[in-house]
Every structure is written in C-alpha cells, then in structure tokens.
C-alpha cells in the first residue's frame, strides 16, 4: 500500500516536471494571463465550463476571481456555466445535454468575453459545441485538455494540453495551471505579491 501512494505521487509529480520543461505550454500560459487580464480591464467576463470533476475544477477557478486569490480586491465577472441546476436540467431534458454550454453561451456571450473549457479528453461534445458557438459569438477560447488536445486542439484559441492521458493526474495540473493564471492575473491588475514580469 506505501509503495502504491509512493507510485501515484511520483506520476503526478512527473507530470509537473513535464510542464516545467515544456515552454509551448509555459508560453501558453502567459499568453493567457494577458488575454484574461486585457478582457477585465476592457469590461469583458470569463466563463468556465467542464464536466464532472472538470466542472468541479471550472466553479474552484471561476470562485478564484470572483472570489479572491491572494490580494483583498473587488470580484472579477467570472463564472462556472453549470451552476444553475434549474438551467442544467431544464436544457439537459428538452433540448440534450450536448447544448448545455453552446445555448446559454448564445445567450450571455459577448464579443471579447473569454470561454475557458476543461475537458480532460479534449472531447467533450458540450465543450466543443460550446467553443465553436463562442467562436461565432468572436469570444477568446482557451482550452484545458490532456496530452493530445482531443477536438478542441483545432477549435481552442488557446490550448493548455498537459502531458498525460490520465484522467487525475492532467486534472491535478489543471488546478495547478489555472492557480498560476489566476494568481498572476490578480496581481497583474491589482499589485504584484510577486515579480510577474
């Protein structure tokens, strides 16, 4: 059983030493930083969309702005899509769950609005639905998938496809990913706890 733990911690572990060597995705990141940072400052949201633990990752994201990070500051407009149940249910039963995401985008969806969308496989029908609609509705993109970016390689803006195919360990670097974003963009626009250059 101590071995067992050992392995696990040591492939998540790996996984974040991959990211750490990998400048695509270093890159990607700062690049997502200053699109976050120049849609609040223009008066645009952000949005966030996942399911299951995806989902669970998309509101724990979404709370980091509106809520706070680091810095006593005022809410960031930012939200998680799936918290509305009466929503959720109501569009999942008359409509399909498939459009979930893609209908309420057309509804609240603004030009330089930012979409972020977890899906570990890159798959997920609503997500893909959903960045395909914000691409009409000319949102930014910016796609949280593992190692092989799935369908929303080609239809991200931006793609932060971690090194792994499994499952817990590309959703523990999703939280670490957008921690960092959501830490530098917070000091970006409201003073620095940190060197951010």
Do not use: W
Request: aromatic letters at 8%.
């Amino acid at each position: 059983m101590s071995q067992k733990i050992k392995d696990i911690i040591s492939a998540s572990i790996s996984v974040k030493q991959q990211l750490l060597e990998n400048e695509t995705i270093i890159s990607t990141v700062a690049d997502c930083v200053t699109v976050i940072v120049n849609a609040f400052n223009n008066g645009n949201k952000v949005l966030f969309c996942g399911n299951g633990g995806s989902a669970a990752d998309a509101q724990h994201l979404a709370a980091e702005f509106s809520g706070r990070f680091y810095i006593d500051r005022d809410a960031l407009p930012a939200e998680a899509l799936h918290c509305n149940t009466s929503y959720l249910t109501a569009v999942g039963n008359d409509y399909s769950y498939d459009v979930i995401y893609s209908r309420l985008i057309k509804g609240i969806g603004k030009k330089g609005d930012v979409l972020i969308g977890l899906s570990t496989s890159g798959n997920s029908s609503n997500i893909v639905s959903a960045f395909e609609m914000a691409r009409e509705k000319e949102m930014i993109t910016i796609g949280f998938t593992g190692f092989t970016g799935g369908s929303m390689k080609a239809i991200a803006d931006y793609l932060l496809n971690v090194p792994s195919t499994d499952t817990p360990r590309i959703q523990e670097s999703h939280i670490l990913l957008g921690h960092i974003i959501c830490e530098l963009v917070e000091a970006k626009l409201f003073g620095p706890t940190l060197s951010v250059n």
